[in-house]
């Protein structure tokens, strides 16, 4: 399955803002005294299923668009339903393995929805001739 | 009394996860309805499919902030208040 251009250009956003939400994170840990190797490998296990999801997400949206309303709305629900379970496999491994911090692999998941948040603003400034 | 206590926290922390993961069937059913909606946009106009599909995608990743916030205060009412509150309860016992 080839990945449309518009998903690969949006992962690769996602990816670059996880990325620099993660060493913002790792600068909070190391600045508030908490920081050890498990924060570093939580922080790894967190950041790659957020971008995975991401990525996922956007794989099936693309197969999504071209089906049939019904068939699109339930591959959608679907998709949710196992990338929701794959995203608690994960926490609950770095739970369970001593070799991640929880915390440091939970907090990454909520990164797209910081680089969307931020994304308006950045749009402004450099598209900013634009309007 | 203590085992009762106990038993109490450790219950209604495991009832408050069940409770929490209620949040994860929404953004299915949403994200469902908007990619629905995107494919009659699309038929409509197949020309707008790249920008369709790029709000979409922006779109699905907001809506599902809701089911991973769910998901992550149900981690941690499973795995990290039961022993904070049970410590809690000891020192409060001594």
């Given at each position: 399955m080839t990945i449309d251009k518009t998903v690969a250009k949006e992962t690769r956003y996602i990816a670059a803002w996880v990325l620099a939400f993660s060493v913002l994170m790792q600068v909070v840990f190391l600045l508030i005294g908490e920081w050890d190797y498990t924060v570093l490998l939580g922080n790894l296990l967190g950041a790659a299923t957020a971008v995975?999801?991401?990525?996922?997400?956007?794989?099936?949206?693309?197969?999504?668009?071209?089906?049939?309303?019904?068939?699109?709305?339930?591959?959608?629900?679907?998709?949710?339903?196992?990338?929701?379970?794959?995203?608690?496999?994960?926490?609950?491994?770095?739970?369970?393995?001593?070799?991640?911090?929880?915390?440091?692999?939970?907090?990454?998941?909520?990164?797209?929805?910081?680089?969307?948040?931020?994304?308006?603003?950045f749009d402004k400034h450099k598209g900013g001739e634009d309007a | 009394m203590l085992e009762l206590s106990i038993g109490i926290i450790l219950g209604a922390c495991a009832l408050g996860a069940g409770c929490a993961m209620i949040a994860g069937i929404g953004p299915g059913i949403g994200e469902g309805n908007a990619v629905a909606k995107a494919c009659e946009a699309i038929g409509r106009q197949p020309e707008s499919k790249s920008a369709v599909t790029s709000t979409m995608i922006m779109g699905c990743a907001i809506a599902e902030t809701t089911g991973i916030y769910a998901l992550v205060v149900a981690m941690l009412l499973i795995f990290v208040a039961p022993n904070l509150l049970v410590n809690v309860l000891m020192k409060a016992i001594q």
């Open positions: 995975g999801n991401f990525l996922l997400m956007g794989l099936t949206v693309q197969k999504a668009v071209a089906e049939e309303q019904k068939d699109a709305a339930r591959r959608i629900r679907m998709s949710q339903s196992y990338r929701l379970m794959m995203q608690g496999a994960v926490l609950i491994a770095a739970a369970l393995i001593p070799w991640f911090s929880l915390w440091a692999a939970a907090v990454p998941l909520l990164f797209p929805r910081f680089a969307i948040m931020v994304r308006p603003w | -």
